[in-house]
Nanobody, 126 residues
Framework: QVQTVESGGGLVQAGGSLRLSCAAS????????MGWSRQAPGKEREFVAS????????YYAESVKGRFTISRDNDKNTVYLKMNSLKPEDTAVYYC???????????????????WGQGTQVTVSS
């Protein structure tokens, strides 16, 4: 079981940048794909980005493609989400989680991931 703790959120103006971190604990972190999701008030959880267990593959929601970059450091058991050109519609609580199963193809939806962390708030002002 991989547990996660997100950090790095905050308040930023439109067009600005933030880098979120996701610290993972538990065995075999490097065997699991990782993903980020977000949830805005009154809306359903939305898949944002994912990275394969090796780090060799990434996948993004259309809404963030070209602006967000997911990466991982298996030595530090950490996953990152660099967010550039932020928009007010990016405002949400951001969560990360490990894939449901180890050594599997990259996840592409919220359902492909296990327990999400407690989240970190990102607020983008216009």
């Amino acid at each position: 079981q991989v547990q996660t703790v997100e950090s790095g959120g905050g308040l930023v103006q439109a067009g600005g940048s933030l880098r979120l971190s996701c610290a993972a604990s538990g065995r075999a972190f490097s065997a699991y794909g990782m993903g980020w999701s977000r949830q805005a008030p009154g809306k359903e959880r939305e898949f944002v980005a994912s990275i394969s267990w090796s780090g060799g593959s990434t996948y993004y929601a259309e809404s963030v493609k070209g602006r967000f970059t997911i990466s991982r450091d298996n030595d530090k058991n950490t996953v990152y989400l660099k967010m550039n050109s932020l928009k007010p519609e990016d405002t949400a609580v951001y969560y990360c989680a490990a894939g449901r199963y180890s050594l599997t193809p990259i996840g592409r939806s919220v359902a492909d991931f296990g327990s999400w962390g407690q989240g970190t708030q990102v607020t983008v002002s216009s």
